[in-house]
């Protein structure tokens, strides 16, 4: 049972990023196996990581919904520029996939195995792969990803506050692609990180786990 607000001890302070952070990828571009990586990093922080599938989530306002959840890190996983219009200074990366390999890992997922439950419109979609050939599949699932293509081809490549990565030159080596990554937010401790220095981190991460269950009162 909560304690009443009375009783309740001050919250611990908060190191808060610098500025607002961000990631921005897009459907079949490991935007799931990344914002797995973002959510264990915020966990350990004590950061409010948001994960923001599509407009829908924050009601097509980033800006505001930003500003009323005390954001700390955006994880826009179907990034739209259009809907980045307002928002506050922040500095992030985004992440990019050869449209090619897109489109064949998007055939087979969609066509065997990936989940329907929030996507009604996969339903019909994968009744009509199962239909056709391999190659009217393929003329199928593009158009099916139009939109995806769309948002990757409106994108701005050129913003100096936002990194640009492929897909392709993460995964064969993640720890140094993220230590790069990082690196360019201005969220990497390069200090030694001996014995002293283990304990209150070790202390610190557990309690913000504890916090995110819901058994801790403060992050």
């Not at 259009?82 to 064949?104: A, E, K, M, W």
């Not at 100096?160 to 080596?173: A, F, G």
Request: glycine share 6%.
């Amino acid at each position: 049972k909560p304690r009443a607000a009375s009783d309740r001890r001050p919250p611990a302070p908060v190191s808060k990023p610098a500025q607002l952070l961000a990631y921005f990828g897009h459907h079949k571009c490991a935007s799931t196996w990344i914002h797995s990586i973002l959510a264990a990093a915020c966990v350990d922080s004590g950061w409010r990581l948001a994960y923001l599938y599509d407009e829908k989530n924050f009601g097509g306002d980033l800006e505001r919904y930003v500003a009323e959840n005390d954001v700390d890190f955006v994880s826009y996983v179907n990034a739209d520029a259009r809907r980045l219009t307002g928002l506050r200074p922040f500095r992030g990366f985004h992440v990019v996939r050869d449209p090619r390999d897109i489109l064949t890992s998007a055939y087979f997922s969609h066509k065997h195995s990936h989940p329907t439950r929030d996507w009604p419109e996969l339903v019909g979609h994968r009744e009509k792969l199962n239909a056709v050939s391999k190659q009217e599949g393929l003329l199928l699932e593009m158009e099916f990803n139009r939109q995806v293509f769309e948002e990757m081809g409106r994108w701005d490549y050129g913003q100096e506050h936002v990194l640009e990565l492929k897909q392709e030159e993460i995964t064969p080596d993640p720890y140094r692609a993220f230590l790069t990554i990082f690196g360019f937010l201005g969220i990497l401790d390069e200090e030694h990180f001996g014995k002293r220095r283990q304990g209150p981190y070790w202390l610190r991460a557990c309690q913000n786990i504890l916090y995110k269950q819901g058994r801790w009162p403060w992050r």
